[in-house]
């Protein structure tokens, strides 16, 4: 098993700063903005909020709600994580935005508490993540990425400027830059000998060095020049690695052999 060590502290204050600007942003939202659609599929922007604390509830040992509805027949349900998500959301779309709001509140209070309490022993430690066995830490890097995405996906529903904190950003985004090899060796097909390098710019600003040596790997730097080099804003890039409608490759720039290029934007997707 790939053990990956994962600083404690930065980790509980990234969580912490995340879901505290998702709660802030939530507390000023109209009624109507609540309902409204977001850039999900299915999922109202209500939804959204409320997703970001379920996956804390269960951390926090509470049972997945029952409901009536025949929540495996919607749509943008494909698999059994999706639909037990959908049975937190059916339980909070019953109970309405003020509880929505005050158990947001209460249970990212009480896991930044929980995790407080953790040692860096118990962040090393084996566990269960949505990425397969790895360690606790990975999996709370993990709850940054998911975290982090689905604020920038409730700003870009509404319209706003993407989420600004860089604590929290820059560890969603090793955990999008962890994925590159995999993305630019095996899903865009990089031919053998390919050098990719990516840069990131903005709030995150990251290059990374993707060579192509039997199988793809991450590289401090080359000996030659890249084949292709792809420069692409930080929120753009999040966009694009979350599979989001929002996503757009064109505004990436791109340096070299352009159609290596466009199929490694084409290919950033990894979660859904």
Not at 94 to 112: H, M, N, P, W, Y
Not at 134 to 141: C, L, V
């Amino acid at each position: 098993m790939s053990r990956t060590v994962v600083p404690k502290e930065p980790a509980v204050a990234a969580l912490a700063s995340v879901w505290g600007s998702i709660e802030a942003l939530a507390g000023v939202l109209t009624a109507e903005q609540w309902d409204s659609p977001s850039i999900l599929p299915g999922w109202s922007i209500g939804d959204v909020v409320t997703h970001v604390m379920t996956t804390e509830l269960l951390l926090l040992g509470d049972p997945v709600p029952s409901t009536d509805t025949d929540v495996e027949s919607f749509a943008h349900v494909h698999n059994e994580i999706g639909a037990m998500n959908e049975r937190w959301l059916e339980h909070y779309r019953a109970r309405g935005r003020e509880a929505v709001l005050a158990d947001f509140s209460d249970a990212t209070s009480r896991r930044v508490v929980a995790l407080q309490a953790m040692s860096q022993d118990d962040f090393d430690a084996d566990s269960f993540t949505p990425a397969g066995p790895d360690t606790y830490g990975r999996f709370m890097r993990i709850r940054v990425f998911d975290s982090w995405v689905h604020e920038l996906d409730l700003r870009d529903t509404l319209g706003l400027a993407p989420p600004a904190d860089a604590a929290s950003a820059v560890l969603a985004f090793d955990e999008m830059f962890r994925a590159l090899p995999f993305l630019v060796g095996k899903k865009a097909g990089a031919p053998e000998g390919s050098r990719v390098r990516i840069v990131v710019t903005g709030l995150v600003e990251k290059t990374v060095n993707v060579a192509v040596d039997g199988r793809a790997t991450i590289v401090s730097d080359f000996d030659d020049e890249p084949n292709v080099t792809v420069t692409i804003n930080y929120a753009d890039f999040a966009r694009l690695t979350a599979g989001r409608a929002t996503a757009d490759p064109a505004v990436a720039v791109v340096s070299g052999d352009r159609a290596l290029g466009n199929a490694v934007l084409g290919n950033l997707a990894f979660a859904m």
